[in-house]
């Protein structure tokens, strides 16, 4: 198990601003991310940032209806869902919903997902005069981090910073040295919050065990006895996070098996798990959507990584570099195989085992501040 260097970011405002002269007042831009989660949980803080820094600012965030809860309380940000599998779908979908933005009055276009929908976007709104700017996802720079020869092993600007780079060229500098977080929101009601010994409250440690592809899921025998030792510690009340129907039945059998475990997959509304996930004293998660999201409210986040790294710019905003767990790269000197984890090599199937749960373990004690 190793734990990554502070990596270089680029904490100064954005360059490659336009002048004040360029920059209308009270500008209405539309900001374009339409997946997957982690990638718009990573738009939230950036977006708290930039209007913070430019309250003058008014935001209209497009993307998929499920992700709204994520920007409720934002000021001066406003949603707008796209149907894409619906009414938005295809090129005259597009084109309606391109209609549909325009009477929105909008000034400039920062499209942060750079795909082709959000293309077809911008060869709409370019057409019809507006300025628009996409992000540069660094493909050459990743690809240069991931290659088996001859890479070049080394923290790449973070997506964070990309996001913020779309809004200097706009002529909104950010400085995400002072990142804004989202406050905590009302404990769900419904959710059970147990006591400790003499009514003491117990540490809320949220547990997210899984992630896309397989090559960044920590085993499950070993995730299991990370519950296990804190469940047998008496000091914590675990909280579960997981989607698909057999993810909650793994999560069920957990809740089943252990006291103060409880399986929140298919339990809660996206908004309440949100509003339980800003509770957390800690999160436990992947290199996934989960990290981010309790990112968004500055919950400290401890992430344990298999055949992707930081390095390729995902890591969680706010988080001390020594809060990832990393497979060891001495004995898979390959790693990061991919950007996303959905490739790697034969052999790297056990990487994650290298992340003994005895680390995992002490790593929690050390972030809740429960250590002896």
Same mark, same amino acid.
């Given at each position: 198990?190793?734990?990554?260097?502070?990596?270089?970011?680029?904490?100064?405002?954005?360059?490659?601003?336009?002048? /004040?002269e360029?920059?209308?007042?009270?500008?209405?831009?539309l900001?374009?991310?339409?997946?997957?989660?982690?990638?718009?949980?990573?738009?939230?803080?950036?977006?708290?940032?930039?209007?913070k820094?430019?309250?003058c600012?008014?935001?209209?965030?497009?993307?998929?209806?499920?992700?709204?809860?994520?920007?409720?309380?934002?000021?001066?940000?406003s949603? $707008?869902? /796209?149907d894409?599998?619906?009414a938005?779908?295809?090129?005259?979908?597009?084109?309606?919903?391109?209609?549909?933005?325009?009477?929105?009055?909008?000034?400039?276009?920062a499209?942060?997902?750079?795909?082709?929908?959000?293309?077809?976007?911008?060869?709409?709104?370019?057409?019809?005069?507006?300025?628009?700017?996409?992000?540069?996802?660094?493909?050459?720079?990743?690809?240069?981090?991931?290659?088996?020869?001859?890479?070049?092993?080394?923290?790449?600007?973070?997506?964070?910073?990309?996001?913020?780079?779309?809004?200097?060229?706009?002529?909104?500098?950010?400085?995400?040295?002072?990142?804004?977080?989202?406050?905590k929101?009302?404990?769900?009601?419904?959710?059970?919050?147990?006591?400790?010994?003499?009514?003491?409250?117990?540490?809320?440690?949220?547990?997210?065990?899984?992630?896309?592809?397989?090559?960044?899921?920590?085993?499950?025998?070993?995730?299991?006895?990370?519950?296990?030792?804190?469940?047998?510690?008496?000091?914590?009340?675990? $909280?579960?996070?997981?989607?698909?129907?057999?993810?909650?039945?793994?999560?069920?059998?957990?809740?089943?098996?252990?006291?103060?475990?409880?399986?929140?997959?298919?339990?809660?509304?996206?908004?309440?798990?949100?509003?339980?996930?800003?509770?957390?004293?800690?999160?436990?998660?992947?290199?996934?959507?989960?990290?981010?999201?309790?990112?968004?409210?500055?919950?400290?986040?401890?992430?344990?990584?298999?055949?992707?790294?930081?390095?390729?710019?995902f890591?969680?905003?706010?988080?001390?570099?020594?809060?990832?767990?990393?497979?060891?790269?001495?004995?898979?000197?390959l790693?990061?195989?991919?950007v996303?984890?959905?490739?790697?090599?034969?052999g790297?199937?056990?990487?994650?085992?290298?992340?003994?749960?005895?680390?995992?373990?002490?790593?929690?004690?050390?972030?809740?501040?429960?250590?002896?």
């Amino acid at each position: 198990m190793l734990v990554i260097e502070p990596l270089e970011t680029n904490t100064g405002a954005t360059a490659g601003m336009t002048t /004040a002269e360029d920059r209308p007042s009270g500008a209405h831009l539309l900001v374009i991310r339409l997946s997957a989660m982690g990638d718009v949980a990573m738009t939230v803080p950036v977006l708290q940032t930039l209007v913070k820094q430019h309250p003058c600012l008014r935001i209209t965030v497009l993307s998929r209806a499920f992700f709204k809860p994520m920007f409720e309380g934002i000021p001066g940000v406003s949603f $707008y869902a /796209a149907d894409i599998r619906g009414a938005h779908r295809g090129i005259l979908g597009l084109y309606r919903l391109y209609g549909a933005l325009k009477t929105l009055d909008i000034d400039a276009v920062a499209d942060l997902h750079h795909v082709l929908r959000s293309n077809v976007l911008k060869f709409f709104f370019r057409l019809g005069g507006f300025r628009v700017v996409q992000i540069d996802k660094g493909r050459k720079e990743k690809r240069a981090l991931t290659r088996a020869t001859n890479r070049i092993f080394r923290p790449l600007k973070t997506t964070h910073q990309r996001y913020a780079d779309v809004f200097g060229e706009l002529g909104y500098g950010i400085d995400m040295s002072r990142p804004v977080f989202t406050r905590k929101r009302a404990f769900p009601e419904g959710v059970e919050q147990p006591e400790g010994a003499a009514g003491r409250p117990l540490k809320k440690i949220g547990i997210a065990p899984f992630a896309a592809f397989d090559g960044k899921m920590y085993p499950a025998d070993l995730m299991e006895d990370v519950i296990r030792k804190l469940s047998e510690d008496g000091r914590y009340v675990l $909280y579960l996070f997981g989607g698909g129907t057999e993810e909650k039945e793994v999560l069920e059998r957990l809740q089943s098996r252990y006291s103060r475990v409880f399986n929140m997959a298919g339990k809660l509304t996206f908004g309440d798990e949100l509003s339980l996930i800003s509770n957390l004293d800690t999160m436990v998660a992947m290199d996934s959507g989960n990290a981010h999201l309790a990112a968004i409210f500055g919950v400290r986040t401890i992430t344990l990584w298999g055949v992707t790294h930081p390095y390729a710019g995902f890591y969680p905003l706010g988080q001390e570099p020594g809060f990832a767990l990393l497979s060891d790269r001495q004995k898979y000197p390959l790693i990061p195989t991919s950007v996303y984890g959905k490739k790697f090599p034969e052999g790297y199937e056990n990487a994650m085992r290298t992340i003994a749960p005895d680390a995992v373990v002490s790593k929690i004690l050390q972030v809740t501040g429960t250590g002896n």
